[in-house]
């Protein structure tokens, strides 16, 4: 529902950690995300070729380990830096600013969100 005060996304209650929620804005979408307590919204629409981005897996950051002697002790996940990933060609953004993570200069239309009552809105 598209008001002049912003597009009802839903209540609060709907969402639990990590969850989205993919609303309609006119010709577009765009993707709300709760986030370790935090709300985010981003045009689903990949800069790269034009995907569903916000369609795509929430994940952790995956990072290499490095043991001091410089070798490779294999992988883990950061869970301090989610990543939205485009399902179309597997590009990485970063949920709190929407950047690209392999090319910072690459980003997301990010959108304000605003909480009142018990009630989400995207200010679009």
């Known amino acids: 529902m598209a008001r002049k005060d912003g597009i009802l996304v839903g209540k609060t209650s709907e969402f639990t950690e990590g969850s989205?929620?993919?609303?309609?804005?006119?010709?577009?979408?765009?993707?709300?995300?709760?986030?370790?307590?935090?709300?985010?919204?981003?045009q689903n629409l990949c800069p790269h070729q034009g995907g569903p981005a916000c369609e795509?897996?929430?994940?952790a950051k995956v990072e290499e380990v490095i043991a001091p002697d410089r070798t490779y002790q294999g992988?883990?996940?950061?869970?301090?830096?989610?990543h939205i990933v485009c399902p179309w060609h597997g590009w990485e953004f970063d949920i709190a600013n929407g950047e690209a993570v392999a090319?910072?200069?690459w980003k997301l239309r990010r959108?304000?969100?605003e909480?009142?009552?018990?009630?989400?809105?995207?200010?679009?």
Do not use: T
């Open 20 to 42: 989205k929620k993919i609303v309609p804005n006119g010709k577009s979408e765009i993707g709300v995300y709760l986030v370790k307590g935090n709300w985010y919204a981003y």
């Open 56 to 59: 795509g897996l929430l994940m």
């Open 75 to 82: 992988m883990r996940f950061n869970h301090d830096e989610m």
């Open 103 to 105: 090319d910072r200069k």
């Open 111 to 113: 959108y304000d969100v």
């Open 115 to 124: 909480v009142r009552g018990e009630e989400v809105y995207v200010l679009a």
